[in-house]
């Protein structure tokens, strides 16, 4: 054997073994809401790993960013905190505001993991301890700006919202504002840990978060007391999903996938 041809079959072999470490090596990437991605998916990846011997890595861009990765190829499963029909509706509006066009495939597939409370946050100096939908709307819309006219102190209301992409959002706004827009000077964040964050320093502040994520995460906010907001939590895949996909469903199905809603 020449030394030409030995140092070439070296290469190759090189090579593939090079190609097979980043094959073991690479993640399952799961793109989309940020409550799923605190609530379940990295809280639980490493008992995941312990389970099946898999790796995640959680891109928490919102349900509608997250969608929009799922429809581009970007990621074989999305991560959703809202019904279906809502987590379609959040991708479109994440991809007018991006200036792209999607197309929503008929085989979508909504694998639901757990329920999940959107609640009412206030900052824990604010005396105001209940609201009802119509007043949580009014406030919210900007019908009402002093938190005295429902009860409260003589003090300016700051609405804090997630961004246009969010299922928390879309289904606070459908179930409570009726689909009613933001009042014009919202305070606009990225994350559910940004929101509570802005709610927090703002005496006046209000906001309406993930309830498992806030007891983990209450910082200086408190929560309203108001009729029940739910939600489903749920991974989308397009078609069936692969054998890696229904490995992350099939667990946080399980009991011991489980414990991380308890």
């Known amino acids: 054997m020449s030394k030409q041809l030995l140092k070439m079959i070296t ?11 980043v094959a073991v090596a690479a993640k399952m990437a799961v793109w989309g809401s940020t409550t799923c991605q605190k609530r379940f998916l990295e809280p639980g990846a490493a008992a995941y790993k312990a389970a099946s011997g898999d790796d995640i890595k959680v891109d928490g861009v919102g349900t509608g960013k997250g969608m929009m990765a799922l429809l581009d190829g970007k990621t074989k499963v999305a991560a959703a905190s809202s019904p279906l029909e809502s987590a379609i509706k959040s991708a479109k509006k994440a991809a007018k505001k991006a200036g792209k066009e999607i197309t929503i495939p008929d085989n979508l597939i909504f694998h639901e993991i757990a329920k999940d409370v959107i609640i009412p ?10 609201l009802t939908f119509d007043q949580l709307s009014k406030l919210n819309t900007g019908a009402v700006t002093n938190w005295k ?32 827009d ?9 994350s559910t840990r940004l929101e509570i964050q802005q709610v927090s320093k703002n ?9 498992g994520f806030y007891k ?19 991974l989308i895949t397009v078609g069936e999903p692969t054998p890696e996909v229904q490995k992350l469903i099939d667990f946080f199905r399980s009991p ?7």
């Open 216 to 234: 983990l995460n209450p910082e200086n906010a408190k929560l309203v007391n108001t009729d029940d907001i739910s939600r489903p939590l749920a």
């Open 256 to 262: 011991a996938g489980q414990k991380f809603f308890n």
């Open 149 to 180: 006219d429902v009860g409260g102190t003589d003090m300016p209301v700051k609405v804090v919202t997630s961004h246009a992409g969010s299922a928390t959002r879309a289904v606070f706004q459908k179930k409570v504002m009726k689909k009613a």
């Open 11 to 21: 290469l190759i072999v090189s090579a593939l073994f090079l190609m097979s470490s």
């Open 121 to 130: 946050i206030v900052n824990k100096d604010n005396p105001v301890s209940a």
């Open 203 to 211: 005496k006046g502040g209000i906001g309406a978060v993930s309830e």
């Open 182 to 190: 933001y009042v014009a000077d919202a305070i606009i964040v990225k």
